[in-house]
């Protein structure tokens, strides 16, 4: 059964960065499609970016387009979550995901994911 740490949260300045990582206990990365997803408090879980199991394919969403990145290293068994321009509104608990696949899809539904880590804090704050 895969498995999924997230880390890299914490508090960051209005302006500033962090890197989220998703470690996966499988070696197989490569055939998961991933998914960084958060959640505000009183607010449902909405997806930030996702990524295609062959990388190809990427999908932000419009509020973190131009100031965050999700990239993996298959060797490390590890995506991330490079968050610049830190905005007050990211605070939130960011969720990774990941669901078998072995082409250029993403998935921006939480419901199409099979596997979620436990969750890792950003807050964003002066």
């Known amino acids: 059964q895969l498995q999924l740490v997230e880390s890299g949260g914490g508090l960051a300045q209005p302006g500033g960065s962090l890197r989220l990582s998703c470690v996966a206990s499988e070696f197989t990365l490569d055939y998961y499609a991933y998914g960084w997803f958060r959640q505000a408090p009183g607010k449902d879980r909405e997806g930030a970016s996702c990524i295609a199991s062959n990388a190809d394919s990427t999908w932000y969403a419009g509020s973190v387009k131009g100031r965050f990145t999700i990239s993996r290293d298959n060797a490390k068994r590890t995506v991330y979550l490079q968050m610049n321009s830190l905005k007050p509104e990211d605070t939130a608990v960011y969720y990774c995901?990941?669901?078998?696949?072995?082409?250029?899809?993403?998935?921006?539904?939480?419901?199409?994911?099979?596997?979620w880590g436990q969750g890792t804090q950003v807050t964003v704050s002066s």
């Open positions: 995901a990941a669901v078998r696949s072995w082409g250029d899809s993403y998935y921006t539904n939480p419901d199409d994911y099979e596997h």
